[in-house]
C-alpha cells in the first residue's frame, strides 16, 4: 500500500480522485494549492503526487519545480493532472520536473494505470 498525496483546490476533484486511489489500496493525502502540497510532500515523503495545475497561492507548475528540485522530494513521482492539456503546456509540465500528464477530465482507467506504473 502506498501513500499517494493528491492536490486540487477543487473539493469534488479531490475527493473523487481519493476515492478512485483508496479504492486502489492505498492512502491518501490531501491538499488545495500547491503551498501546502509542498509542505506535505515534504512531511511525509508520499510514493506518487497527483497534481492540479491551476490552484490558488502557488500554481502546479511552481508547485512541481519546488518538489523536484528539492533533494528530500526530488524522487517523487509527480503526475500533472490537468485541464491544461495542450502540447505547449504538457511541454512546460516536463520543464517543470513532472513526470507525467495525465488531462482533466480524467478516468478511472487512467489513474490506475498512473498508480500500477509509479507504484511497485
Request: with cysteine.
Amino acid at each position: 500500500m502506498a501513500t499517494i498525496l493528491i492536490v486540487d483546490d477543487a473539493q469534488t476533484d479531490r475527493e473523487l480522485l481519493a476515492r478512485v486511489v483508496t479504492d486502489a489500496g492505498h492512502r491518501t493525502i490531501l491538499a488545495s494549492d500547491g503551498k501546502e502540497a509542498v509542505a506535505l510532500a515534504k512531511a511525509h515523503k508520499p510514493s506518487l503526487i497527483f497534481l492540479d495545475v491551476v490552484m490558488p497561492v502557488m500554481d502546479g507548475f511552481a508547485a512541481c519545480r519546488t518538489i523536484t528540485k528539492d533533494p528530500d522530494t526530488s524522487s517523487i513521482p509527480v503526475i500533472l493532472v490537468t485541464s491544461k492539456s495542450n502540447e505547449s503546456d504538457v511541454f512546460w509540465g516536463k520543464k517543470q520536473g513532472a513526470t507525467d500528464y495525465l488531462p482533466k477530465p480524467w478516468d478511472k482507467a487512467g489513474i490506475e494505470k498512473m498508480l500500477k506504473r509509479y507504484c511497485k
